[in-house]
């Protein structure tokens, strides 16, 4: 079993993210001994926005295929998206910019798009200063979960899990109690399936 590990938090040991990406992988670990991990951290090894280039012997070109070749090849993705400005970090989206291809993991036919990344699971590890989940009076700002759900389900994939801590900016208690009860989220069982 192959697993794609991204970090996005700038807020390194101060991550909530991170500490719940590990958590993830350490279960994945656990469950799947033989479990091959490829790790990208995209803020200490930031990928450029991506733009078109011409010269297909640029380093961004063969970078961006080197991971693309890896996606295509994983069976799980476990992400590190915490919410900025309502968003994802821009080093998350410069990542997605380099799986999402046009005929690679994705295409337009007779009936619209369609989704050529499917049979993976993505776990999505989100954290959020404040509250935006369902329900939540700042749902409607949720631009985050809603869109990593959006453009990996544009990509095929439908095996989508969302490991949340929310809340971890308004007190400490309510931080550590968000943690907590993401952690226990955090179930073996699940990985069983993957």
């Not at 500490?19 to 994945?28: F, K, W």
């Not at 200490?44 to 063969?62: K, M, R």
Request: glycine letters at 10%; proline letters at 4%; aromatic letters at 8%.
């Amino acid at each position: 079993m192959k697993l794609i590990h991204l970090d996005s938090s700038a807020l390194g040991a101060h991550s909530v993210s991170r500490e719940l990406t590990a958590a993830i992988v350490e279960d994945y670990r656990r469950v799947h001994p033989g479990l091959q991990v490829q790790y990208h951290d995209l803020v200490a090894e930031p990928l450029p926005h991506w733009t078109p280039v011409a010269d297909a012997d640029h380093p961004t070109v063969a970078r961006g295929g080197e991971l693309l070749e890896e996606f295509l090849a994983a069976d799980v993705v476990v992400i590190g998206a915490p919410m900025y400005n309502f968003g994802i970090p821009s080093q998350l989206k410069a990542w997605i910019d380099r799986v999402a291809v046009a005929g690679k993991t994705f295409r337009y036919g007779e009936n619209g798009p369609e989704g050529l990344a499917g049979g993976k699971k993505l776990v999505i590890a989100s954290s959020r200063g404040g509250v935006y989940s369902a329900g939540s009076a700042g749902a409607a700002m949720d631009f985050q979960e809603t869109y990593l759900r959006g453009v990996f389900g544009f990509l095929g994939i439908t095996d989508i899990e969302v490991v949340r801590a929310e809340g971890v900016n308004m007190s400490a208690e309510h931080k550590q109690k968000a943690i907590a009860a993401a952690r226990a989220s955090i179930a073996g069982e699940q990985r069983k399936a993957a």
